[in-house]
């Protein structure tokens, strides 16, 4: 099996709402020597709004993003596309990509009506190189060394990381030199963490970590949230309602007695303490899980042994594992529909007629895509499509479909609750940076404010 590593830089940290305008990607075979490389930058949409910090981030000005040598972000999507499809299969993986990087790629395709489970279908799989040095962390401590930051935490970071290991990291947050440190990072933890490695190529299957999760007794789950690494001995208590792909896992130690002998009213109190004992897994997001006994005695509150003994306790009690979870999933609330299509990413797979439709857009003129546009039949793709249109070949679109567009772009106006940023606050955060930034960030951000003034507050530029 080949690898693909890959990264992104954004115009922000919205994966809904924020755009690649730079990535890259470098394919190994299976001893991680490179075959190939591949990037591509693109320019900025006319409805996207950068975020002042993440441009400070990137040192990439306004200017720059609109730079119209570069690729549209059509063109770079129909690119990144056709790269990956000619890599297919291969396990693909990025630092912190699942989260973020595959975030954003997904909304990429679904934004330019390619299907969005590119990395995850055909053979491919997905796996995290974050997630393989928490697990190379916790199980083999001496493997790497992990920095402190100024508050005295771990850190994580890819840049501190590479840095506290000798890595070259030449330039942090610029895609290829993201891609080349992770693509180091697995190289050295190959050799010096193998059964981590061993677990980041077998869980980056979705078929695989379901099974693994479903057979074992019990097992140790590794997270990461708030900055800091958790890993936790868990048994699974069964499927998530309504997610193939979810699992709820409780995590097993000392306090797990007061948990099983807890009445019915008792359990939501503990089940929704913080942090809560009930772990949420998704089969398909490349969990970082390890065997048991990959792990010795004093690790954990637990002898092992007592640990695998629970978990076949709790296993084999059917209806403590239904109770567990219908007190947990009682308290789950019920997000309403997004107001917003990039909110709709996950809102169902198109038809098989859309789908076919949205194929044949990509292989004819821009005045046929009109048309077919009309015989899409979910309401998503329309939008998408016309909102296409617009960006690429404007006077092909009818005034109907170019006013749903610009009254798509009013949100350049106003703030919404799940929303983008708007242009106010975007004028909001630079005027609270300039007061602390760096100097050589101050032209930067005055390029951008003087741009949004100049863009006005009546929509698309």
Not at 118 to 146: F, I, Y
Not at 182 to 208: G, I, M, T, Y
Not at 413 to 433: H, W
Request: charged letters at 25%; aromatic letters at 8%.
């Amino acid at each position: 099996m080949s690898f693909v590593f890959y990264d992104t830089e954004t115009t922000g940290l919205s994966t809904r709402f924020d755009q690649i305008v730079h990535f890259a990607a470098i394919k190994t075979d299976a001893e991680l020597r490179e075959v190939d490389r591949y990037e591509v930058r693109s320019r900025l949409r006319a409805h996207v709004l950068p975020h002042p910090e993440a441009m400070c981030v990137s040192g990439i000005g306004i200017h720059q993003l609109l730079n119209p040598s570069l690729p549209s972000h059509y063109e770079m999507a129909c690119e990144i596309k056709a790269k990956l499809d000619a890599w297919t299969p291969s396990i693909f993986a990025g630092y912190n990509s699942i989260r973020f990087d595959e975030e954003l790629l997904r909304q990429t395709l679904f934004q330019t009506l390619h299907p969005v489970y590119l990395t995850s279908l055909r053979g491919n799989g997905r796996a995290d190189v974050m997630g393989l040095v928490l697990s190379a962390v916790a199980s083999a401590p001496h493997c790497l060394v992990v920095p402190t930051d100024a508050s005295g935490r771990r850190s994580f970071k890819l840049a501190d990381i590479a840095r506290a290991n000798g890595i070259v990291h030449s330039k942090a947050h610029h895609a290829m030199s993201d891609v080349e440190a992770a693509l180091e990072l697995c190289r050295r933890l190959r050799e010096a963490a193998p059964d981590a490695w061993q677990s980041f190529v077998r869980f980056s299957n979705k078929a695989a970590v379901a099974h693994f999760v479903d057979g074992e007794d019990a097992f140790v789950l590794t997270e990461f949230f708030g900055g800091n690494s958790y890993t936790s001995p868990v048994v699974s208590l069964g499927q998530q309602s309504g997610m193939v792909n979810g699992r709820l896992c409780l995590i097993l130690g000392a306090s797990t007695r007061g948990i099983l002998s807890a009445s019915v009213d008792e359990l939501g109190e503990l089940l929704f303490a913080k942090p809560s004992p009930i772990r949420r897994i998704r089969t398909n997001s490349a969990p970082v899980l390890a065997p048991l006994y990959d792990f010795e005695d004093g690790r954990f509150d637990m002898d092992i042994d007592d640990i695998e003994a629970l978990a076949r306790e709790v296993r084999g009690d059917t209806a403590l594992c239904a109770r567990l979870i219908s007190v947990f999933e009682s308290r789950d609330k019920q997000w309403p529909a997004s107001a917003h299509v990039e909110g709709r990413i996950y809102d169902g797979f198109p038809s098989p007629s859309d789908g076919g439709i949205m194929e044949r857009f990509h292989q004819v003129g821009w005045k046929e895509r009109v048309r077919l546009l009309d015989r899409i039949a979910d309401e998503r793709f329309r939008i998408l499509g016309e909102r296409l249109v617009y960006h690429e070949a404007p006077q092909e679109l009818r005034p109907d479909q170019r006013h749903r567009v610009l009254s798509g772009f009013t949100f350049k106006t106003g703030d919404s609750p799940d929303g983008p940023l708007s242009r106010e606050g975007a004028i909001a955060y630079i005027d609270e940076m300039r007061g602390q930034a760096p100097a050589h960030h101050l032209a930067l951000l005055d390029d951008y404010r003087a741009y949004l003034v100049q863009i006005g507050s009546t929509g698309v530029s």
